[in-house]
């Protein structure tokens, strides 16, 4: 009985806690896609597009995806016309850059420092833009989309609008709570049946790859599975109950920031006629190279500086 009690009651937690977070910044950006506010930072960050061999017309789905989610990220794909380099380039900056408000809040309240998480996110979707644009000469067909976006009636007063928002918003934290609250549950007896004990056991080889205690293994598998938003409860309930430490929650974002809900994030872009299993071998080296090198030179600096308070 108390399992079920503390799991209902952490989930409940966790989606009040997040709720607080997600319901205002999905209706704020909903509504500013109604305004003049969206435009004008699409047209603002337009010229930059040519770095990554795209036209100012993707700037759309960039800012559409990093305000909201992957989701809008690519309806906003499907309402151009772009060749299949051009669609899969932006894949792979969405795949590390996307939904940037809320995720970023998540890896806030685990103690990642705000520089770490927007340095990582924006600097992998930079790199990977223009070294796929430099290195890839395919691909110059135009993409073949696996399905059309279904016509939405366009809200046309101020109230219309702010009823989509809210509409919204209140779907997104349902949708949060459906997923959280039954998560946290079967956690909570998982831990009470000692079952996550030997999944820690079994994550062991990764936690030691990357250069991070094990207690941190729910963390990394939570964000692997379910992604950043939707495992939050998970992570954030393990950092403050098993003890993980600021540099071992950092190093495990840092890997979770280029991949993360591997499943979900890959498949959802089969739809556009792109080559998802690159996309994914770019996530994982990525990521696994990315943590392993901070994560090395995190200790060197460590060693370093108990050399000099020893001396």
Partial sequence: MSTLKNGLKAGLLTTWTLGKVIFPITLIVTILQFTPVLPFIIDLVAP??????????AAIPLVLGNALNLYAGIAGILSLELTVKEVFILAVMLSFSHNIFIETSVALKVGVKLWVVLLVRFGLATISGIVINLVWKGGGEVAQYGFAPKAAAVPESWLEIFLFGFEKAAFGILQLAMIVIPLMLAIQILKDKKYLQRFSDMLGPLTRLLGIQKNASLTLAS?????????????IQAVKEDGVSKKDATLAFIFLVSCHAVVEDTLIFIPLGIPVWPLLIIRIVTALGLTIFVSYYWRRAEQNRKEVLST
């Fill in 48 to 57: 930059l597009m040519g770095l990554f061999g795209l036209g100012g017309d």
């Fill in 223 to 235: 964000g692997l599975i379910f992604g950043l938003a939707m495992g939050a409860g998970v992570m």
